[in-house]
T-cell receptor
Framework: DQQVKQNSPSLSVQEGRISILNCDYTNSMFDYFLWYKKYPAEGPTFLISISSIKDKNEDGRFTVFLNKSAKHLSLHIVPSQPGDSAVYFCAASVPGTYKYIFGTGTRLKVLA | DGGITQSPKYLFRKEGQNVTLSCEQNLNHDAMYWYRQDPGQGLRLIYYSQIVNDFQKGDIAEGYSVSREKKESFPLTVTSAQKNPTAFYLC?????????????FGPGTRLLVL
């Protein structure tokens, strides 16, 4: 039972345009979400997070939106740069535990 | 530079053999984690340690063992009982292991079965 889903395995975007990566979850009790970025042959690096008490969090070119009623979050990258090409994972904090549930990842390719 | 190191980068295992993956951190973090990544799947938690000499099983601990004798080290042994060990293994750490803490990852070890 995949509780955190990233339904788009890949996405291609032109440099300078907006990249939108999506993540859906099934457990309404999830209260904290993170996005990680992963380059080939490297470990994931933390990008941005959002608590369920907010619906938006912004950090430079990266903005995460949370729609609790739809159990959906999205990561917006504006403007997209070739260096943003990587795999992006969303993760949800499991209530009452130290655990995170990770999505399957979306591979973003930013075309120059 | 503070960080997490994993070695080796690639590891080959023969049938019936135990192999140990190394994970070391100099971030002074209390908590350390082991995850497994398979193609088309998210990261799955194998084991977790919040403090030296203590660790708990994650979601897929069968066929794996760990030790935490030092704060900075959390080696993972893939035993012969793990029937499908081929995967990418990631080690991570966080400050205390509390809820909603950011986890910092090492570069990973890819294990292949011969």
């Amino acid at each position: 039972d995949q509780q955190v889903k990233q339904n788009s395995p890949s996405l291609s975007v032109q440099e300078g345009r907006i990249s939108i990566l999506n993540c859906d979850y099934t457990n309404s009790m999830f209260d904290y979400f993170l996005w990680y970025k992963k380059y080939p042959a490297e470990g994931p690096t933390f990008l941005i997070s959002i608590s369920s008490i907010k619906d938006k969090n912004e950090d430079g070119r990266f903005t995460v939106f949370l729609n609790k009623s739809a159990k959906h979050l999205s990561l917006h990258i504006v403007p997209s740069q070739p260096g943003d090409s990587a795999v992006y994972f969303c993760a949800a904090s499991v209530p009452g535990t130290y655990k995170y549930i990770f999505g399957t990842g979306t591979r973003l390719k930013v075309l120059a | 530079d503070g960080g997490i190191t994993q070695s080796p980068k690639y590891l080959f295992r023969k049938e019936g053999q135990n192999v140990t993956l190394s994970c070391e951190q100099n971030l002074n973090h209390d908590a350390m984690y082991w995850y497994r990544q398979d193609p088309g799947q998210g990261l799955r938690l194998i084991y977790y340690s919040q403090i030296v000499n203590d660790f708990q099983k994650g979601d897929i601990a069968e066929g794996y063992s760990v030790s935490r004798e030092k704060k900075e080290s959390f080696p993972l042994t893939v035993t012969s009982a793990q029937k499908n060990p081929t995967a990418f293994y990631l080690c991570a750490s966080s400050i205390t292991g509390g809820r909603q803490e950011t986890q910092y990852f090492g570069p990973g070890t890819r294990l292949l079965v011969l």
